[in-house]
C-alpha cells in the first residue's frame, strides 16, 4: 500500500530496465539507447517511470558527448506530471552545466526552454492552477506545445490529474466555474471529466461535490499518549522489591 | 623492540650507503658511475648525474633534519604493520602521528617517503600507506598545489589497486578508524579537486597545462573514483554480507556467501565504508535518490555490524538527512539529524582527540542549521534536547524564516552553510582552449532573466539552493495562514481574503485559495512509517526501526500538520487537532525519584535516640485531646502545643 511503491518500480518496468537501474550497468553509456527508447515508449504510453529517466540524466552528467536536449525537456515535462512527487527538482539537480556542445545539428534548445519549464513547475507547485493555464496556453510556450506536448499522450489529463488531488485533499464542494479555470475545461467536457473522477456533479447549483476521502474529512483530534506497560517496569518491580 | 632500533640507530653511519643503492624515484640513469666519476681525471659531469648527485645531498640533508623522535616513530609503525600487530598499529596511528604532526609539522609537510624510506628498508606497501597519512595532513593543513593533487591521486590508485588487484587478500591488517579516514580522505580529495577545476579562472599557465593534459583529464574523474568504490564493495561483497547477516544466517554460511576476501576484517570494513562512501559521492553529485538506493542493505538504525567508528554514523546521518531534505520529506530528515545528534552528544566524552573530532563538530553544526530549516518548513514536535540547542543557536533565524518573503536570505544563508559542497561530475574544457575563452566570457544579457546560469559557470550549488528555496517561498504564505486560522472553527473565503489583504496589494480570492491548497499540500508528505516501537531504549527489540529489507526510499503519506481544514464551496472548516496532557513522562520520573529517595533513607543509619520526654508527655495527652468531645472549643493538634 506503500504510496511510494509505484513510484520505486512502476508495474511499468520491464526486468531490463530493472536491472539497468539498481545494478552497475547504469554507468555503461552505451545503454543509454535502451533507456532512452524507454523514455519514449512512456511518452507515448502514459507510464512513468521517475528513476530510469533520472538513469538517464545521470548518464549525461558522466559522458556530456550523450546529451539530448529533446530528452531532457521531454523528462523535464513527464515530471511536471509527477506532482506533488519532488521530481522535477530532483531532475533538475542533475543537470549539470555543460560546455557548449558544438556537435549538435540545431541550436540547444534547452537554455531558452528551461526558463518556462521553471516557470511551470512554480505555478503548479504552488498551486495557481488557472494562472499555469493561462501561461501553458500563451504564445511564449507554442515551442512547447508544437514539439514536446503533442508527442506526449496525456500530458493535459495528466496536469489536471495534479489539479485534481490537491482540490480532492482541499474541498468538499466546489463551484463548478472554479473548477474549470484549474483544469481548463468547461461545459460538457467539464462535466464528462467530473464523472470520470467521480465526483457528482450538481447541474442545478453548478457545485460539484467530491466524495470523501482521508484528506478531506476532518475532526478534532485529541492525541492522547499510550503508556506502555515496559515503561512502568522499573515503578512495579520496585513496589515488589519493597517488603 | 629496543633491541632493534638501538641496532638501527647505530647502524646511521652505514645508511648512507643505503641511500646511494636504493634510489627509487629518480628517473635519470642512475650514476653508478658515481665512483667512476672521481676517477676520471677529465670529470664529465653531464647534466643527469649531477642533478642526480644534488638530489642525492639533498636527500641526505633532508633526512638528518628529521628529528630521532620522528625516525624512531616511523621504525616503530613499520613494525608494527609488518606484524599485523593491530594494537599497535592502532595506537601509532591515534596517537602517535597526531602528537607528531602537532609537535614538529604543524605548519609545514612531513619528509617526503622517499626521505624515509630507508628507514623502512623501501617497504613499498608501507610507503604507500605513509604517503596517504602525508597528503592527508597537506590537503588538511596545508594548501595542496596541482602537483600534490596530481601525486595524490597516483598514490590512492597505487593503494586500491594493491588492495584489490593482488592475487588473494592482502596480509595486512589495520585499525577500522584508518579504514573508514582512508575512504573518507579519497572522497573529500576528489570533491577538493572537482572544486578546484571547476575555477577555470583563476588558474595559472602551469595548472592550465596539467588540467589540459591527457593525465589531466584522468586524475580524479568521477568514473575512477566511482569504480574504486564500487570494485571494493564487490570484491568483499558487502551488500551480500549485510543481507545475510539481517536474515540472521549462520556464520558458516555467511563465511560460503561472502567469500575469500569478505571474511577478513579489512576487506569486509572496506566494503560497508565504501557503501557509505557511495552514499556521499552521489549526494555530491546531487543524485538523491540513487544515493538512498546504495544505502538498502545499511539501513540507517544505530546498529553498525560493528564498532564502526562514530565519524561513520555522522557522515551516514548527515548525507541521509540530506538527500530526504531535497527529496522534501522533511519528517524523515528531521527524525535522521534528531536521532544521531543526540548519540553524538551523549557520547561526545568518548571521542578521543583524533583526525576526525573536528569534522564530527562541523557536521553537528551544520545539522542543527539544518534542522532549523526542516523545522521551519515542517513544523513538528521533536526530541526537547535537541530543539532547544537549536533554538538557542538559531532562534533568530527561525522567527526571521517564519515571517514570510523576507526570511529567504536567511533560508539561503542557512542552506548554503549547512549543505554539502556539491560538485560538477565534469570538468570545464581543459583540452579545448577557445572553448574554455568562452566559458570564461559572461553570457550576453540575452537570456530571458538572470535565474538562468545554468548553463554558463553556474555552481551545482546554486541549483540546488533554487529547488530548495522554490519550495520554501511556496511555503511562505502558510505561517500567516496558519494563525489565522487557528482563531476559527468555520470561516467565509471571503472574509479570509480580507484578513489577508492587511496590506491592500489586491489578494484576491483566487490567490487565497491557491494558498489553501498548498498549506494543505504541505501538511502532507511521504515519510517512513515506523514498524518499530518507539519505546525506551535498552529493550529487547528485534532491530525493528530499520528493517534492511525495507528501502529507504519508501514511505506512505502522512500528515504532519496539526491543523486541518476543509473548503466547502466559499466556507472554510477547521478542525485542529492538539495533544493532550502528557504525564506519563513525568509521573514515571518523579515515581523512580520517590523510590530512590525512600531507598537511600532506608539504607541511611538511624539518627541517635533522644530521650523524648517532652514529646512524650503531648503524645500522651494526644489520643486524649482526640478522644474528647470538641465542646470544650479548644483546639487541639497532635502533638501541638495546646491553645489555653
Given at each position: 500500500m506503500a504510496a511510494t511503491a509505484a513510484w520505486l518500480s512502476p508495474p511499468s518496468r520491464t526486468e531490463l530496465i530493472e536491472n539497468l537501474?539498481?545494478?552497475?550497468?547504469?554507468?555503461?553509456?552505451?545503454?543509454?539507447?535502451?533507456?532512452?527508447?524507454?523514455?519514449?515508449?512512456q511518452i507515448r504510453s502514459e507510464?512513468?517511470?521517475?528513476?530510469?529517466?533520472?538513469?538517464?540524466?545521470?548518464?549525461?552528467?558522466?559522458?556530456?558527448?550523450?546529451?539530448?536536449?529533446?530528452?531532457?525537456?521531454?523528462?523535464?515535462?513527464?515530471?511536471?506530471?509527477?506532482?506533488p512527487f519532488p521530481d522535477f527538482n530532483l531532475c533538475i539537480s542533475l543537470l549539470d552545466d555543460r560546455p557548449p556542445n558544438s556537435a549538435l545539428d540545431e541550436p540547444d534548445p534547452l537554455p531558452t526552454l528551461l526558463p518556462l519549464l521553471m516557470n511551470l513547475y512554480n505555478l503548479l507547485h504552488q498551486c495557481r492552477f488557472s494562472a499555469f493555464w493561462v501561461l501553458y496556453r500563451s504564445d511564449e510556450l507554442e515551442v512547447i506545445r508544437e514539439n514536446y506536448t503533442v508527442e506526449c499522450a496525456g500530458f493535459e489529463d495528466a496536469i489536471r490529474e495534479v489539479a485534481a488531488r490537491s482540490v480532492r485533499a482541499t474541498f468538499t464542494r466546489i463551484n463548478s466555474e472554479r473548477l474549470g479555470t484549474y483544469v481548463d475545461l468547461s461545459g460538457p467536457e467539464l462535466e464528462a471529466w467530473v464523472a470520470k473522477q467521480r465526483w457528482t456533479f450538481d447541474s442545478s447549483t453548478g457545485v460539484v461535490s467530491i466524495p470523501p476521502n482521508p484528506d478531506n474529512q476532518i475532526e478534532s483530534i485529541v492525541i492522547q499518549e499510550h503508556i506502555k506497560l515496559p515503561q512502568l517496569s522499573k515503578v512495579i518491580s520496585h513496589t515488589v522489591q519493597v517488603k | 623492540?629496543?633491541?632493534?632500533?638501538?641496532?638501527?640507530?647505530?647502524?646511521?653511519?652505514?645508511?648512507?650507503?643505503?641511500?646511494?643503492?636504493?634510489?627509487?624515484?629518480?628517473?635519470?640513469?642512475?650514476?653508478s658511475s658515481t665512483n667512476e666519476m672521481y676517477d676520471d681525471p677529465k670529470l664529465q659531469l653531464d647534466e643527469g648525474s649531477l642533478q642526480a648527485m644534488q638530489q642525492h645531498i639533498a636527500q641526505q640533508a633532508a633526512f638528518a633534519q628529521i628529528p630521532d623522535v620522528v625516525k624512531r616513530f616511523i621504525v616503530h609503525f613499520h613494525q608494527a604493520v609488518l606484524d599485523n600487530n593491530l594494537q599497535e598499529v592502532t595506537l601509532a596511528y591515534e596517537s602517535g602521528w597526531t602528537r607528531l604532526t602537532e609537535k614538529y609539522y604543524a605548519k609545514t609537510e612531513w619528509p617526503e617517503a622517499e626521505t624515509i624510506a630507508p628507514l623502512v628498508n623501501d617497504d613499498q606497501i608501507f610507503l604507500i600507506l605513509y604517503r596517504e597519512l602525508y597528503y592527508r595532513h597537506v590537503y588538511s593543513r596545508l594548501?595542496?598545489?596541482?602537483?600534490?593533487?596530481?601525486?595524490?591521486?597516483?598514490?590512492?590508485?597505487?593503494?586500491?589497486?594493491?588492495?584489490?588487484?593482488?592475487?588473494?587478500?592482502?596480509?595486512?591488517?589495520?585499525?577500522?578508524?584508518?579504514?573508514?579516514?582512508?575512504?573518507?580522505?579519497?572522497?573529500?580529495?576528489?570533491?577538493?579537486?572537482?572544486?578546484?577545476?571547476?575555477?577555470?579562472?583563476s588558474k595559472t599557465d602551469d595548472e592550465l597545462t596539467m588540467l589540459g593534459s591527457e593525465g589531466g583529464a584522468q586524475a580524479?574523474?568521477?568514473?575512477?573514483?566511482?569504480?574504486?568504490?564500487?570494485?571494493?564493495?564487490?570484491?568483499?561483497?558487502?551488500?551480500?554480507?549485510?543481507?545475510?547477516?539481517?536474515?540472521?544466517?549462520?556464520?558458516?554460511?555467511?563465511?560460503?556467501?561472502?567469500?575469500?576476501y569478505g571474511t577478513k576484517p579489512l576487506y569486509r570494513m572496506l566494503g560497508y565504508f565504501s557503501i557509505i562512501g557511495l552514499l556521499r559521492v552521489h549526494v555530491l553529485l546531487g543524485d538523491f535518490t540513487l544515493a538512498l538506493k546504495v544505502m538498502e542493505n545499511v539501513g540507517l538504525g544505530q546498529k553498525a555490524p560493528f564498532t564502526a567508528p562514530t565519524a561513520v554514523h555522522v557522515s551516514t546521518a548527515y548525507h541521509a538527512g540530506v538527500c530526504y531534505f531535497m527529496l522534501r520529506r522533511i519528517p524523515d530528515a528531521a527524525r535522521v539529524f534528531t536521532g544521531v545528534l543526540t548519540w553524538v552528544m551523549r557520547a561526545r566524552q568518548y571521542h578521543t582527540r583524533s583526525y576526525q573530532y573536528d569534522q564530527i563538530n562541523k557536521t553537528?553544526?551544520?545539522?542543527?542549521?539544518?534542522?532549523?530549516?526542516?523545522?521551519?518548513?515542517?513544523?513538528?514536535?521533536?526530541?526537547?534536547?535537541?530543539?532547544?540547542?537549536?533554538?538557542?543557536?538559531?532562534?533568530?533565524?527561525?522567527?526571521?524564516?517564519?515571517?514570510?518573503?523576507?526570511?529567504?536570505?536567511?533560508?539561503?544563508?542557512?542552506?548554503?552553510?549547512?549543505?554539502?559542497?556539491?560538485?560538477?561530475?565534469?570538468?570545464?574544457?581543459?583540452?579545448?582552449?577557445?572553448?574554455?575563452?568562452?566559458?570564461?566570457?559572461?553570457?550576453?544579457?540575452?537570456?530571458?532573466?538572470?535565474?538562468?546560469?545554468?548553463?554558463?559557470?553556474?555552481?551545482?550549488?546554486?541549483?540546488?539552493?533554487?529547488?530548495?528555496?522554490?519550495?520554501?517561498?511556496s511555503l511562505t504564505p502558510v505561517s500567516s495562514l496558519k494563525s489565522l486560522l487557528k482563531l476559527y472553527t468555520s470561516l467565509d473565503a471571503k472574509k479570509l481574503t480580507g484578513f489577508l489583504d492587511t496590506s491592500g496589494a489586491g489578494v484576491d480570492e483566487e490567490e487565497v485559495l491557491s494558498w489553501m491548497m498548498v498549506m494543505k499540500n504541505a501538511?502532507?508528505?511521504?515519510?517512513?512509517?515506523?514498524?518499530?516501537?518507539?519505546?525506551?531504549?535498552?529493550?529487547?527489540?528485534?532491530?525493528?526501526?530499520?528493517r534492511p529489507s525495507e528501502s529507504l526510499l519508501s514511505g506512505e503519506w502522512m500528515s504532519i500538520s496539526d491543523l486541518n481544514f476543509v473548503i466547502d464551496q466559499n466556507m472554510v472548516h477547521i478542525a485542529e487537532s492538539t495533544v493532550g496532557r502528557r504525564y506519563a513522562g513525568w509521573f514515571i520520573r518523579n515515581s523512580e525519584h520517590a523510590a530512590r529517595v525512600l531507598d537511600s533513607v532506608k539504607a541511611s543509619p538511624l539518627p541517635p535516640r533522644i530521650i523524648p520526654t517532652q514529646v512524650q508527655k503531648k503524645s500522651a495527652d494526644g489520643p486524649k485531646g482526640e478522644g474528647a468531645p470538641r465542646t470544650t472549643g479548644q483546639k487541639v493538634a497532635w502533638g501541638g502545643v495546646k491553645v489555653a
Open positions: 537501474v539498481s545494478g552497475v550497468d547504469r554507468y555503461n553509456p552505451s545503454n543509454v539507447g535502451i533507456l532512452e527508447d524507454y523514455l519514449y515508449h507510464e512513468y517511470d521517475c528513476l530510469a529517466n533520472l538513469a538517464i540524466l545521470k548518464l549525461y552528467q558522466f559522458n556530456p558527448d550523450l546529451f539530448n536536449p529533446d530528452v531532457v525537456i521531454n523528462i523535464l515535462l513527464k515530471a511536471l506530471t509527477a506532482e | 623492540m629496543a633491541h632493534q632500533r638501538v641496532a638501527l640507530w647505530a647502524a646511521e653511519p652505514d645508511l648512507d650507503d643505503d641511500i646511494n643503492d636504493t634510489d627509487v624515484d629518480i628517473p635519470i640513469p642512475m650514476p594548501q595542496p598545489n596541482v602537483d600534490d593533487r596530481f601525486h595524490s591521486y597516483e598514490n590512492s590508485c597505487e593503494l586500491f589497486n594493491y588492495l584489490l588487484n593482488s592475487d588473494g587478500p592482502v596480509p595486512l591488517s589495520l585499525p577500522a578508524n584508518w579504514l573508514w579516514d582512508i575512504i573518507d580522505e579519497f572522497i573529500y580529495q576528489f570533491q577538493s579537486f572537482a572544486l578546484f577545476r571547476s575555477r577555470p579562472a580524479w574523474s568521477s568514473y575512477s573514483v566511482l569504480n574504486v568504490l564500487y570494485s571494493l564493495i564487490q570484491k568483499s561483497r558487502a551488500n551480500e554480507w549485510l543481507k545475510a547477516r539481517a536474515e540472521g544466517k549462520s556464520d558458516e554460511e555467511i563465511e560460503e556467501i561472502v567469500g575469500e553537528a553544526d551544520r545539522m542543527y542549521a539544518l534542522l532549523a530549516l526542516c523545522h521551519v518548513l515542517a513544523p513538528t514536535r521533536l526530541d526537547d534536547n535537541v530543539m532547544n540547542i537549536v533554538r538557542e543557536r538559531y532562534g533568530d533565524q527561525i522567527g526571521r524564516m517564519g515571517r514570510g518573503e523576507e526570511g529567504l536570505s536567511t533560508f539561503e544563508e542557512l542552506f548554503l552553510y549547512a549543505c554539502p559542497k556539491f560538485i560538477c561530475a565534469n570538468s570545464p574544457p581543459y583540452d579545448d582552449p577557445t572553448a574554455l575563452a568562452s566559458m570564461l566570457i559572461p553570457p550576453t544579457p540575452t537570456s530571458p532573466s538572470s535565474q538562468n546560469p545554468s548553463v554558463v559557470l553556474g555552481d551545482p550549488t546554486q541549483r540546488h539552493l533554487r529547488a530548495a528555496s522554490s519550495h520554501f517561498m501538511g502532507r508528505c511521504v515519510g517512513r512509517v515506523n514498524t518499530g516501537s518507539t519505546a525506551a531504549n535498552g529493550e529487547k527489540d528485534n532491530d525493528e526501526g530499520s
